[in-house]
């Protein structure tokens, strides 16, 4: 039997395409965060400058 984990890592392996669409769950909710910086609404925080997209382009 399957972990959720390993669910997970299979559904990546399926559909790279839902790595850059990232659901993020918080006390403050669910929310898919896209574009990159509604991360730091629903976290409430952010991370430590300079810091870049996977394709590096800058988000602080």
Known sequence: ?????????????????????????????TRLCRPIQAIFEIVGAKPKSPWQTEKGVPVL
């Open 1 to 29: 039997e399957k972990s959720e984990e390993d669910a997970i890592i299979q559904h990546v392996i399926n559909y790279p395409a839902a790595l850059e669409r990232p659901f993020v769950v918080s006390d403050k909710g």
